[in-house]
Structure formats: structure tokens, C-alpha cells
């Protein structure tokens, strides 16, 4: 027999019996259907796992500090000579993989606008990285390495200022600030447009400098924590940041006193790897020079293995139906070989080849797991539309959380509706292949004397 002989004849015999083969056929797609659904949920935790950590900012990005802790069973000393300086900012560079690296500075000052004053939290960067690091501007431009008194702002940034005459300082109406065309004024001196001191007042106390700036840019909302921050020029915040401190510094007067500068070295400081899939080792390398090293990674992963675990007991419950229905096929295909053992001895008698018979039997069983798993799928995409149209709003009812935006309760991607059609007709194959080999073995004068 040849292949088209087969599969007429396969199709024929099946459909002979359709209603044992279609019941055969339902256990395959509540099996298929059950792994897809369940592996689809922890595909779909995995992905609003990803989705919330990138809202807090960039997966390729690697913070660096110079807070050591030693590797998981080292604890050997630091190693010497681990100073966050522009040498070892050059060394992170020259890792394979990283794209930029930027020294970072965090301060915080007061800024004014016109009547308008609010508290900003200052960052420092290399403005030649910015770029490298996902800043988009909405309204403006980014900083040039010209720029010396120059800021960019957060999207958020404008919301922070209020009018201190005002009777109210929140909640109004929002402040008609516009960071790029007023002049600003950048200041240390907390109380700097306040209608009243808090502390003791003095007169013969030097507040600390004013600086003129100017705005730049507003940065697009990115979700983060750019959109709170302003950034300028590292190497013109550390010098304004000194002169202040020394003012602040000779009239302390019991309170707090800033640390000195370092003109050299940096507190912390920023890499930006290539590929996402790089950044746990290139992290590991920035550990093993001495540096603390943290990027949102860490938290993705630790979630992940918590997901995976869920996902294993998912799958292994979908599997149990595909169980049941593999010995579903192996049990229709074996009262097959009953029903047709004349059929069978015909066969032989007239020349049939043992291999076409066994082909027979294994293509019945293969289509019938092809064909459960293709409705399987299909079953399953509509389980995943109803759980992510309505599940999501039933959720949030009845335990009162809501997902992010565009967040999907299932995914199902490509990739695991085409594996689980090849793992259903896999394992109906695997189902059918005792049956074949029992089929061939059957004599064929037995075969034909049996009624």
C-alpha cells in the first residue's frame, strides 16, 4: 500500500467509528486544552512579573555603588585600590557587552519660578551618556557637553512646585510653571521663598549661594523614577554642591554637616549593558572589582523562579488529562485490532506489507492526537480571551487589586500552541505504537478464521 492508500483507508475506518473516535478525540482536546490554559497563566504571571519591574526603570541597566559585598562563599577582603573613580568607570566600560557608562551624583535643591518654588531632587550625569540611557525628551532637547547651567526635567517635575503665598500649597490648581522659558534660581538654602523661617532666625547668617539656571528639556513620561528627577551636568553639580557645602559647613551651628566632595571618585554610577541576557554576568564581573552592583534583574529573577514553581504544578495537572487521554487512544486503538482482525488477516493474505499496516494504525493514532490538538488550541486561545477580557475586571472585583495597563491574565504564545500540536500528535502516536506492533504479529490464518 502507498501513502494515499493509507490515509484513505485510515480516514475510512475512523469515521466507520465516529462516534468512538470523536469521544477518543475530546479526551486529547481537554488534555491539550488543560496544559495550554494552565502553562498560558504562568506565561501570563511571568510577563505582568516583567511589565512591573520595567516600570520601575530599565532591565539593562546595572547600578553600581561602593557598598562591597563579598560573592555568595568569599569572604575574602575588598579588594584594594576599589574606588569608583573614572579609572574604574574606564574598566566597566571595556567590559564586552556594556554600551555606556555614566557616574551618577544625587542631591537635592531648591529651585525657584517666578512666585512659584518647589523642592527637586538634582541627579548628575555625563550628559554625553543620556542618550545611551533611553532619555527622551517630550518638549526641548537633552544636555550637550557645552551645557554648564542647563537641566533637563522629569515629566513629573512641574507638578512639585507650589506658590508659598498661596493658602493652600496642594490640591489647587496646578502651578503655571513652565521650566524651560522662566528663569530659575537653584539654591541649598531650604527655606529660599518660604513665607516663614522654621528655625531660629539670624541675621548675621550667609545663606547659602543662588545659581541662575536655565531648563533645557521635559523628559517624556517614562513610568520611573526619571520623572521626578532633574539632571545636570555631573562636573558643574559637583562644583556648585562644594561652594555650598563650605557655606553651609562654616555656619553649621549644631546642625547637620555635608560631607566634602570628592573630586575624584564617584558614590555610585550607572552601566548600560547591550543585551538583557548579559547583565547578570556583567554584573558578576563589576562585583568581583570591589563594586556593590544591583539592576532590576535581580528582582525579575528572583519572581521568575517563583512563577516557574507555579508553573510546574500548573503544567503537571494539564498532564494528567493528557495522561488519561493518551490511554484513552491506546484503548479505542486496541479494540481497533479486535473489531478488524479479519480485516488485518486480509491484508496479509493479499501481500500487505507489516510496515503499512503498522503505518496504518500509527497514522489513525496520529490524527487523531493532531486533530485533538488543533481544537486543543483553539479552545484554548478562547478560554485566553474571556480570562483576559472579563477575568481581569472580575479579579479586581472581588479582590479588589488592579493590573497594570495592557496587563493579559493568559499568553498564549506561538511558540506553545505549535509545541503542544506536536506534543498531542507525539503522543498519540507513542499512544498507538503497541497497538501497530500488536497488529502485525497477528497470524494471518488466525486472522481470517476469526469471525
Sequence with gaps: ????????????????????????????????????????????MNENFK??????????????????????????????NASLDDKALAKFKAIDGV????????????????????GVSVIGIDTKSMEAFDFKVEEGRL???????????????????????????????PPKVDLISDKLIMTMNQQYGERRRTGPSDSSEKPPPE??????????????????????????LKKIQEESNKVQDRQARGRFRYREVSKTS???????VKDIKNVKKIQEQIKEMGFGAYSLTDILESMQKTSAGIQAVLGGIGAVS???????????????????????????????????????????????????????IGFSLLVSFILNNAGISLFGDLFGFGMMEGSKISVVPLWLAVAS?????????????YPAKRAMKLSALEAIKTE
Excluded: C
Excluded at 484513505?8 to 475512523?14: A, E, F, I, P, Q
Design 143 to 173: 544636555l550637550n557637553e557645552r551645557d554648564k547651567g542647563a537641566l533637563v526635567f522629569g515629566s513629573y517635575v512641574p507638578q512639585m512646585f507650589y506658590n508659598p503665598k498661596a493658602s493652600y500649597y496642594y490640591g489647587g490648581p
Design 266 to 272: 564617584y558614590d555610585n554610577a550607572m552601566v548600560k
Design 211 to 236: 545659581y541662575k539656571v536655565k531648563g533645557v528639556g521635559i523628559l517624556k513620561q517614562s513610568n520611573d523614577e526619571k520623572d521626578y528627577n532633574a539632571y545636570m551636568d555631573i562636573n558643574y
Design 99 to 118: 554600551d555606556a557608562v555614566t557616574p551618577i551624583m544625587h542631591t537635592y535643591w531648591k529651585f525657584g519660578a517666578g512666585k512659584y518654588i518647589g
Design 1 to 44: 500500500m502507498n501513502s494515499i492508500d493509507i490515509v484513505n483507508m485510515g480516514l475510512r475506518n475512523m469515521w466507520r467509528r465516529k462516534t468512538r473516535t470523536i469521544l477518543t478525540v475530546l479526551g486529547v482536546i481537554i488534555g491539550t486544552s488543560s496544559i495550554v490554559t494552565m502553562l498560558s497563566l504562568g506565561i501570563g
Design 421 to 433: 500540536v506536536l506534543f498531542a500528535t507525539f503522543v498519540g502516536l507513542v499512544s498507538g505504537y
Design 322 to 376: 493528557l495522561l488519561v487521554a493518551a490511554l484513552g487512544i491506546t484503548n479505542t486503538m486496541i479494540m481497533s485490532i479486535y473489531e478488524r482482525t479479519r480485516e488485518i488477516g486480509v491484508m496479509k493474505v493479499l501481500g500487505a506489507e507489516l510496515g503499512s499496516i503498522k503505518r496504518l494504525f500509527l497514522f489513525e493514532a496520529g490524527l487523531i492526537g493532531f486533530s485533538g490538538g488543533i481544537i486543543g
Design 51 to 80: 511589565r512591573e519591574i520595567e516600570s520601575m526603570g530599565s532591565l539593562n541597566i546595572i547600578e553600581v555603588n561602593t557598598y562591597y559585598v563579598p560573592p555568595e562563599g568569599n569572604m575574602g577582603r575588598r579588594p584594594k
